[in-house]
Antibody
Framework: QVQLQQWGAGLLKPSETLSLSCVVN????????WTWLRQPPGQGLEWIGE???????NYNPSLKGRVTLSIDTSKKQFSLSLISVTAADMAVYYC???????????????WGQGTLVTVSS | DIQMTQSPSSLSTSVGDRVTITCRAS??????LNWYQQKPGKAPTLLIY???VLQNGVPSRFGGSGSGTDFTLSISSLQPEDVATYYC?????????FGQGTKLDI
């Protein structure tokens, strides 16, 4: 059964760069888009973006320009970088995946355990 | 962006109740609608995909229906372990968007 394990710095100062990584245990790495989402405290879920094994990306326009996803297929690992963080970027960040060839039949499963990122001076 | 609106935002229920949560999209999303369950302090888990298909291991008391703009998640007989927040999500186009969540209490 596939598992996603994520890690990264949990406390940042305003203007710093958020960096998180997620490693995939099990199953094919090439059959999915690898995805990041976030959830501000007490709020709903926001899709950040996704990357496939070839490095093709899709980003949420609300974050475009600040977010970069990268992938290392040899390590079955993908990463999120978000520059110039502010208090508005405080959230639990999750990694997950969606099927690569589902057309519009896409869903997120499974999810990483989540990483709380706090932004404070 | 496609806006997803859930109702109610919260619901106080009793064990054994039939529960219905609705999700409305701001435009037609055909049947590209998923439901997730999130328990306190945990990551969301996939409950239903493509409007009505139960993810492996999900109890049969859960069901999904709808198409176009209006969708429903139902729980036929609420169990204590169903206390959670439920989110709908559209996969029709980018950016993928979620409803604001429906919190179930017992």
């Amino acid at each position: 059964q596939v598992q996603l394990q994520q890690w990264g710095a949990g406390l940042l100062k305003p203007s710093e760069t958020l960096s998180l990584s997620c490693v995939v245990n099990g199953e094919s790495f090439s059959s999915f888009y690898w995805t990041w989402l976030r959830q501000p405290p007490g709020q709903g879920l926001e899709w950040i973006g996704e990357i496939n094994h070839s490095g093709s990306t899709n980003y949420n326009p609300s974050l475009k320009g600040r977010v970069t996803l990268s992938i290392d297929t040899s390590k079955k690992q993908f990463s999120l970088s978000l520059i110039s963080v502010t208090a508005a970027d405080m959230a639990v960040y999750y990694c997950t995946r969606r099927p690569l060839r589902g057309g519009s039949y896409n869903w997120f499963d499974p999810w990483g355990q989540g990483t709380l990122v706090t932004v404070s001076s | 962006d496609i806006q997803m609106t859930q109702s109610p935002s919260s619901l106080s229920t009793s064990v054994g109740d039939r529960v219905t949560i609705t999700c409305r999209a701001s435009q037609s999303i055909r049947s590209y609608l998923n439901w997730y369950q999130q328990k306190p302090g945990k990551a969301p888990t996939l409950l239903i995909y493509a409007t009505s298909v139960l993810q492996n291991g999900v109890p049969s008391r859960f069901g999904g229906s709808g198409s176009g703009t209006d969708f429903t998640l139902s729980i036929s007989s609420l169990q204590p372990e169903d206390v959670a927040t439920y989110y709908c999500q559209q996969s029709y186009n980018f950016p993928y968007t979620f409803g604001q969540g429906t919190k179930l209490d017992i």
